[in-house]
């Protein structure tokens, strides 16, 4: 069948060289290391004309989709990783009469081989498309394509004849792999008002999708405030609270007047500024948006994270002093005497050197956090943690009245310190639960992370009451009224946890702790239900709020076709805090629970199980190049071939043969909205 399609599609390319044809199509080679080369294929589209992504439609109607062939390399080259595509974008079609996938003005193909001849000088190609405008389409076109690997190499004269011959012998070209679901890709920087077309359409036609970058951007909203928040937490610490008053008093007794006064301590915020957002994307270029979500959920990187954290906290309850080296703060501060903009940023860099001890930590908690959500968001949490900092040194300056009113410096801030060590350790406990999570090795349940947790707490509310003393305090004879306030709720939060230890779901701090089922009494003490007893399908495990669940696909879709009933698709990850906390707070709700035990089928895929797969069963990924391994990895790797997202949870809705139905959705807090797209997935 494969042979007959090729050979229908040479028929048409020969067939239809009068035809009107809006594209011109070009290659590139770019050679990289160990005869490795990017074959870099583009079309340059007329104005009010498309081509079509690599892909079809989630419903399979439409279009048909770009195609890549290589011909005469059995053995020659192998293909690496996916065939990328860059400008393509979703919008309303009037041909197709919904969104489909598809390029304006310019498509760029890139697809990674290995040369395994040495001798292969040229590779031959051919790129099979449709066109389309506003009102018809062109009928499908074969374009013959060669990617020279050295640019002195002879050629063919006509490379349609010799891949019509190739046919003829009945062999089979080897098809370059691409994505099922294309992404939105960014243009072209001259084509901002195009681009801002494209989105407001796509909103427009395609709520779904405008409902997930909608998301998006409260996302990086909350990450900015929550930065913004930690920023203000740094800033009432001993380590930066006393430079306030010392670094403005310096730039107005320094300066000659008091506009240049302003101007210095507002260049000096705004340093402080590029200084931590610099952090930020340093990280997040060094890592990759991709790399930083998936190291989030790294076994040894969580574990490590709660060694760090420890120690940290130990720093800030008092055991000793976390500082980068003396000669740094030395070399910044010799910067900082010569004056001027190259002086104020040394001093800028001086105060993140020798507040050190007291940011370190919240500033490493934070990019971690960032990091879990992926793409810009280390740098929108830089942004906004700096930005808190750098303020008060520009509204003194400009305000130097203020500096009056601040209270003076005293044991409130050793206490904001300690309040930040103990927050540190119960954050600790959290990483250390996500690696005992993803091995499943049971060391640390439900139970025992929350005894930890009470005990944490307990003691931060003992402290703040003034039952307890730490070593850098001195004694104190009374606590202030807003110390006793926080200690009250402090202590109303430990006590809230208590019934956690016989069962209760604990919503307000769903998502931190292990899920319900991942205790030694998964149903509250004294209650116990085997999976044993139960009449389980084969595969099949109960998962949270007893919901009968599949963690293998193939398992799942098979029950799917046997019972006729659609199939909620859940990538999820014993690490990931989002998915619990949907599964704790949404799925509870009595709608969205009758839907998941009646309507579905669920199949929850784990994209952190470190469970080997069998020899015979590991495979090299099309997507990253890399070895799948594990059983993670294996839906790792589905989940990003199928749907380009890293992130978890997603979640899809599938019909019992498997084909989506509709757009995935992802963290999803809003119980309405998740429960609408489920029942609109069901109409489906």
Same mark, same amino acid.
């Given at each position: ?390 303020? %008060? ?5 400009? +305000? $130097?009245?203020? =500096? !009056? ?5 005293? /044991?409130?801030?050793? #206490? ?88 209760? %779901? ?5 998502? +931190? $702790?292990?899920? =319900? !089922? ?5 149903? /509250?003490?004294?209650? #116990? ?156």
């Amino acid at each position: 069948m494969k042979k007959l399609l090729f050979a229908v599609i040479a028929l048409i390319s020969l067939q239809l060289t009068a035809q009107q044809d809006p594209t011109s199509w070009s290659t590139e080679v770019k050679k990289g290391s160990d005869q490795e080369y990017e074959l870099i294929t583009t079309a340059v589209i007329e104005p009010g004309w498309h081509v079509y992504s690599q892909t079809t439609s989630p419903e399979n109607r439409g279009p048909i989709p770009t195609t890549l062939s290589f011909y005469e390399v059995e053995e020659q080259i192998e293909l690496l990783g996916i065939n990328e595509e860059t400008g393509s974008y979703r919008e309303y079609s009037p041909v197709w009469e919904f969104p489909v996938y598809q390029f304006s003005d310019t498509a760029v193909f890139k697809q990674k081989i290995k040369v395994l001849d040495t001798e292969l000088t040229y590779i031959l190609a051919e790129v099979f498309f449709m066109t389309c405008d506003e009102e018809r389409c062109l009928r499908p076109k074969g374009v013959p394509l060669i990617f020279k690997l050295d640019p002195n190499a002879a050629v063919p004269p006509n490379v349609a004849d010799v891949i019509e011959t190739y046919l003829d012998e009945e062999k089979d070209p080897i098809l370059a792999m691409a994505p099922e679901v294309s992404s939105f890709q960014v243009k072209e920087p001259h084509q901002k008002e195009e681009v801002q077309k494209d989105q407001d359409a796509k909103k427009k036609n395609d709520p779904e999708v405008a409902d997930q970058e909608d998301k998006k951007d409260r996302s990086l909203w909350t990450i900015f405030i929550v930065a913004f928040l930690s920023g203000f937490a740094a800033l009432l610490t001993p380590c930066v609270f006393p430079m306030i008053p010392l670094t403005v008093s310096f730039f107005t007794k320094q300066s000659k007047n008091r506009a240049k006064a302003i101007s210095n301590a507002i260049l000096y915020g705004v340093f402080i500024i590029v200084i931590y957002v610099l952090l930020g994307t340093v990280v997040t270029a060094i890592f990759g948006s991709e790399s930083l979500n998936q190291l989030s959920t790294n076994v040894y990187f969580n574990v490590a994270f709660f060694l760090i954290l420890v120690i940290f906290a130990a720093s800030f309850l008092g055991a000793f002093e976390i500082t980068l080296p003396q000669s740094w703060a030395n070399k910044a501060d010799e910067k900082a005497n010569k004056g001027g903009i190259v002086g104020i940023f040394f001093m800028a860099l001086a105060l993140a050197i020798v507040s050190f001890s007291c940011t370190g930590p919240i500033v490493g908690s934070l990019i971690v956090e960032a990091a879990s959500k992926g793409g810009l968001a280390p740098v929108i949490g830089m942004l906004g943690f700096s930005l808190a900092i750098a303020l %008060p040194f520009a509204l003194f300056a400009i +305000f $130097p009245g203020w =500096l !009056n009113s601040l209270p003076k410096s005293g /044991g409130w801030l050793t #206490t904001v310190k300690v309040v930040l060590g103990f927050l540190e350790l119960a954050l600790a406990f959290k990483f250390l639960s996500a690696a005992d999570l993803v091995f499943q090795t049971h060391y640390l349940e439900r139970e025992v992370f929350l005894a930890l947790w009470i005990a944490i707490f307990g003691g931060l509310a003992l402290y703040l009451l003034g039952k307890i003393n730490m070593p850098h305090h001195g004694p104190e004879s009374s606590i202030s009224v807003g110390r006793l306030f926080l200690g009250l709720i402090v202590l109303t939060f430990t006590i809230y946890m208590i019934p956690g230890l016989w069962g209760a %779901p604990l919503k307000i701090i769903s998502g +931190f $702790p292990p899920p =319900l !089922n991942y205790a030694e009494a998964p149903y /509250g003490v004294g209650y #116990t239900k085997l999976e044993a007893n139960l009449e389980l399908p084969e595969g099949a495990h109960l998962t949270v709020h007893d919901i009968t669940a599949f963690h293998d696909y193939e398992q799942g879709r098979a029950y799917a076709q046997k019972v006729n009933k659609p199939i909620l698709l859940d990538f999820t990850g014993w690490a990931c805090v989002n998915c619990r906390k949907m599964e704790e707070r949404v799925w509870s709700e009595p709608a969205i629970l009758t839907m998941l035990k009646t309507d579905f089928v669920l199949i929850s895929l784990y994209v952190d199980d470190k469970n080997k797969l069998p020899k015979e069963q590991q495979y090299r990924s099309e997507v990253t190049g890399k070895k799948v391994r594990t059983i993670g990895d294996k839906w790792m790797e589905f989940q990003k071939k199928n749907y380009q997202v890293a992130a978890q949870p997603l979640y899809v809705i599938k019909d019992k043969d498997g084909n989506d139905k509709g757009q995935p959705i992802a963290y999803t807090p809003e119980a309405d909205r998740y429960e609408a797209w489920l029942r609109k997935g069901l109409e489906k």
